[in-house]
């Protein structure tokens, strides 16, 4: 595996040379107000390009190209098997391109180098290629009839699918949303975060490479506010999915409802609890994920470990395991291989995080390390990992998703307190429960409110495992083989014989 050194990903990103366009019918485009936005380093706090800010005309634009592929059939029907192939050579082409799609993500988000390289670039390869895997295993269905009758289930594309992305993961998520709506047969809009663009508008050169029909796979470039709202009123685009915020997420709903009743499939925020037991049959492997569940990617994870509730008899010895990591989590350059904390995304969330630092202070949580900030050579965003114990559940930081390296730690008595704490939230994404009583669970993973559960880990996550939320986390699954049946309709065809 070749990977540079720390002065190789320097050099390489002082050489990068950042795309600037849309990419929409197979080739890079400037807006057509060519009015354009800037994206900051956030290592640096230094501009890095200026980005095309699209707006109604552009969408306007990129949904032409992509109906009139749908319209076409190059794609949507494409043998399922050949779509397959297509997407595993996609696969591959990411993995040939993980050094620059590394440093995109990084340069872009701040995130470490080796996290963005040896995670999110190649999970995104992984996922690419098992849906071209999954592609022709999938069958319709006949169902039992008279003798002269014949009646079938069948699933076909929707037509156009907008994909709404974040930036914590920007790669990563969206292959999670494409990969499934192209083995579909759609056409495809990818809306990435204004912060992060890069690494997708690289993924749309590579899709072309791969043999995807040009007008297939669109980027559309500009601020959510602009661009999102214009994809989410859009006529003419049949799907929409989205993950991020759970404000947004409802804003997605209204404009469905004030447009064409489009479909939207959300993926929003989490509030997670991680409950640890007295009886956890592995303390240190418990803490280790405890911590690296809410530190890593500065925190910016939806799914993070953020509400950890220990059992109180263990609390004081399992918290000074965690501080105990959580110190060795030091902020550094995002291009250095040997640092494990990075950048915060931009100044908006770096004040959002230490906003809700001091609320916790104020509410009265106990705070027990950092709570503080740092440079990296005098620049850059950097907040250190941050907790909290003697957190109550109706404080603030233990309500509102902080997206951010701060763990609340809350104690309690039995697990019948634990599952209601777990549960009240408004939100339902990720839990776990660590014990070595098999009754407790088992009882408890049927009793907590959220679509992932993971007993004795946490976030135990496999690309053919469905992922989605409960209540305000959000409406349908990524992944596995029900995020394909997300992207289609369902058709009964009923034929009558003489």
């Known amino acids: 595996m070749d990977l540079p050194t720390y002065e190789g990903w320097q050099k390489l990103a002082e050489n990068f040379e950042h795309q600037t366009g849309s990419f929409v019918g197979g080739e890079y485009v400037g807006s057509i107000s060519d009015r354009t936005y800037e994206t900051i380093n956030p290592a640096t706090e230094k501009v890095t390009a200026n980005i095309s800010a699209c707006d109604q005309l552009d969408v306007d634009m990129a949904v032409k190209a992509a109906r009139d592929a749908f319209k076409s059939g190059s794609w949507s029907r494409m043998a399922p098997r050949e779509r ?27 995130k470490p180098i080796m996290e963005a390289r040896m995670a999110d670039i190649n999970l995104s390869a992984q996922c690419l290629k098992w849906y071209g895997e999954a592609i022709d295993k999938l069958t319709d269905e006949i169902i039992a009839t008279p003798d002269n009758v014949r009646a079938t289930i069948t699933r076909e594309p929707m037509g156009v699918v907008a994909a709404v992305i974040p930036w914590n993961f920007p790669l990563l998520m969206a292959c999670w949303k494409i ?3 192209l083995a579909a047969g759609n056409s495809v809009i990818v809306k990435p975060s204004e912060q992060t663009p890069q690494s997708i508008l690289k993924l749309a050169e590579l899709a072309i490479a791969a043999g995807i029909p040009e007008g297939v796979f ?29 404000a947004v997420g409802k804003k997605f709903l209204e404009y469905s409802g004030q447009s064409n009743m489009k479909t939207v499939w959300l993926e929003c925020g989490g509030k997670n609890p991680n409950i640890v037991m007295a009886d956890c049959p592995n303390m240190e492997k418990a803490a280790m994920n405890a911590a ?35 110190q060795t989590r030091i902020p550094g350059d995002p291009l ?18 230490n906003g809700y630092i001091a609320i916790g202070q104020k509410e009265g949580a106990e705070l027990v390390l950092g709570g503080d900030t740092s440079k990296v050579d005098g620049k850059g965003l950097y907040v250190n990992p941050t907790i909290f114990k003697n957190v109550k559940n109706d404080m603030t930081i233990a309500r509102e998703e902080i997206f951010g390296p701060v763990l609340s730690a809350i104690s309690f008595t039995d697990i019948d307190e634990a599952v209601a704490i777990a ?23 049927r009793n907590l409110e959220a679509g992932a559960v993971s007993i004795n880990s946490y976030s135990s996550i496999d690309i053919a495992l469905p992922f989605g939320g409960y209540k305000q986390s959000g409406i349908g699954v990524d992944k596995s083989l029900h995020a394909i049946e997300k992207y289609t309709n369902m058709k009964s065809t009923w034929l009558e014989l003489d």
């Open 84 to 110: 397959g192939v297509i997407l595993q050579t996609l696969a591959e082409l990411v993995s040939k391109n993980a050094n620059e799609l590394a440093l995109m993500e990084t340069i872009n988000m701040g």
């Open 179 to 181: 990969a499934p709506a």
């Open 218 to 246: 669109n980027v559309i470039t500009g601020v959510g506010e602009v661009v999102g709202a214009a994809i989410g009123r859009h006529m003419d685009i049949d799907c929409l999915t989205f993950t991020g915020s759970t």
């Open 292 to 326: 690296m569940n809410v530190f890593f990617n500065q925190g910016e994870v939806c799914a993070s470990a953020s509400r950890l509730l220990v059992e109180e008899s263990i609390r004081d010895e399992f918290l000074e395991k965690i501080i105990a990591i959580g």
């Open 336 to 353: 250095n291989p040997a640092t494990n904390m990075g950048a915060i995304v931009d100044r908006s969330q770096f004040d959002r995080i």
């Open 423 to 445: 549960n009240d939230s408004l939100y339902g994404l990720s839990a776990a429960i660590w014990t070595s009583d098999i009754n407790i669970a088992h009882k408890t993973a």
